[in-house]
């Protein structure tokens, strides 16, 4: 199965900018679809960015829309998450994930349940 790590995450100022990574490893097949995705304290998980591997496109919430873009290096075989304008409302948990096939229906959704790989997760925290 894919194994995926995210890295990047730390405190950032509000307004500031961060880049998260997250390497893909584990298996030869390439992933239908990439994805990240955020989670706070007690609050419901939220996707807010998938790139569509086979397609090459990609699409973001609207909570993020404008200031998150998503992309990959197929080389090196690592997801990137560039923020920009990041608000106290962005400090969350982020994940990536990866998933072998997805319906197109659940990739525009950008749905947490096709997703069969995560990772362990990267804390950003933003400040005043």
């Known amino acids: 199965q894919l194994r995926l790590a995210e890295s990047g995450g730390g405190l950032v100022q509000t307004g500031g900018s961060l880049t998260l990574s997250c390497s893909v490893g584990g298996s030869s097949f390439s992933p239908y679809a990439i994805a990240w995705f955020r989670q706070a304290p007690g609050k419901e998980r939220e996707g807010i960015s998938a790139l569509n591997t086979a397609l090459g496109t990609s699409l973001y919430a609207d909570s993020v829309k404008g200031r998150f873009t998503i992309s990959k290096d197929n080389a090196k075989n690592l997801i990137f998450l560039h923020m920009t304008s990041l608000s106290p409302d962005d400090a969350c948990s982020y994940y990536c994930?990866?998933?072998?096939?997805?319906?197109?229906?659940?990739?525009?959704?950008?749905?947490?349940?096709?997703?069969?790989?995560w990772g362990q997760g990267t804390q950003v925290t933003v400040s005043s």
């Open positions: 994930a990866a998933a072998q096939f997805l319906d197109n229906s659940y990739f525009l959704s950008l749905a947490s349940s096709p997703y069969d790989y």
